[in-house]
C-alpha cells in the first residue's frame, strides 16, 4: 500500500505512470525481491490493469456505439480499443507458445517470461478470479469517482454516459505522452462528450477536476514518501545494478 501510495505522488512528475511505475519497481527491488522479480511483477501488473480495462470497454461497447452517433468518434473507439484488446490478448497468447528461441534470444525472453507469469496469476484456481475481479474494480471506482466529479458540479451527465465515456479516456490516458495525463485527459475527455453529443466544456471541466483528485492522492503519496524509511536511506545504501 505504501509503494502505491508513494508511486501516485511519482506518477504525478513524469508521462503516464512511468514515474510511478519506476519508483515502485525500484522499492520493491531494494525491499528485497530483486530487479528480476520486481519489474516482472510491476510490467504485469500493468499488463493485467490493460487487458481488464479493455475488457470493460469491449463489454459497454453496444450502448457505446448507440451514445457516439459520430462516425468519425465511433471508429476511434473500436481502433483504440481492440488495439488494447488485441494486444493484451497476443500478450497472454505468447505465454501459451512452446517455441525454444523465446527463452533463449534476448529481444523475446523477457517479455516471454512475463506472458508465462501473468498467464499463471490469471489462470490460477486459487487467485485468478480474485486478480480479475480486482483489476476490474479498480476501473470502476475510478468511472465512480468521475461520476462523484460529475454530481459535484452538477453536469447534466447520467452515470451510464460517465461509465462508457471514461474507460475510452483512461485508456487513451495511459499513453506516455504527457505529464501525469494532463493535457492529454482534457483533450480526449472533451472529444468524447462532443461525440456523444453532450457539451465539450462539461467533459473538460470533469477531467480537470478527476485530475485534481489524482494530484490530491498523489500529494498524500508525497507525504508517505517524505517520512518512509526508503527516503530516509536514499543515498546511504548503494544501489544494486540490475542483471
Keep these: 500500500m505504501r509503494y502505491n501510495l508513494i508511486g501516485a505522488f511519482f506518477n504525478q512528475t513524469l508521462p ?38 479493455a475488457i470493460i470497454i469491449v463489454a ?41 528461441w523465446l527463452k533463449t534470444w534476448w529481444g523475446t525472453h523477457h517479455l516471454y517470461a512475463c506472458a508465462v507469469i501473468a498467464n499463471r496469476v490469471i489462470f490460477n484456481r486459487e487467485r485468478g478470479l480474485w486478480v480479475a475481479a480486482l483489476s476490474l474494480v479498480v476501473h470502476v471506482l475510478a468511472v465512480v469517482i468521475a461520476w462523484c466529479v460529475v454530481r459535484s458540479i452538477a453536469a447534466p ?18 499513453l506516455p505522452i504527457s505529464i501525469a ?34 494530484f490530491i492522492v498523489g500529494a498524500f503519496g508525497g507525504l508517505v514518501w517524505i517520512f518512509s524509511a526508503e527516503k530516509r536511506a536514499k543515498g546511504a545504501a548503494p544501489i544494486e545494478a540490475p542483471e
Design 60 to 100: 459497454s461497447l453496444p450502448w457505446s456505439y448507440h451514445l457516439i452517433g459520430d462516425p468519425y468518434g465511433r471508429s476511434a473507439l473500436l481502433l483504440v480499443d481492440f488495439a488494447a484488446l488485441a494486444g493484451g490478448v497476443g500478450f497472454l497468447i505468447l505465454g501459451r507458445l512452446r517455441w525454444p
Design 157 to 174: 451527465v447520467l452515470f451510464s454516459q460517465v461509465f462508457q465515456l471514461v474507460p475510452p479516456v483512461m485508456l487513451i490516458t495511459m
Design 181 to 214: 495525463g494532463w493535457g492529454v485527459r482534457e483533450a480526449t475527455m472533451g472529444l468524447a462528450f462532443g461525440y456523444a453529443g453532450l457539451a465539450t466544456n462539461e467533459g473538460v471541466n470533469v477531467s480537470l477536476l478527476f485530475g485534481c483528485v489524482s
Design 16 to 53: 503516464s505512470s512511468i514515474g510511478g511505475d519506476a519508483v515502485r519497481l525500484w522499492l520493491v527491488a531494494r525491499g528485497g525481491a530483486g530487479w528480476r522479480a520486481a519489474t516482472y511483477s510491476i510490467f504485469v501488473d500493468r499488463a493485467i490493469g490493460l487487458i481488464a480495462l
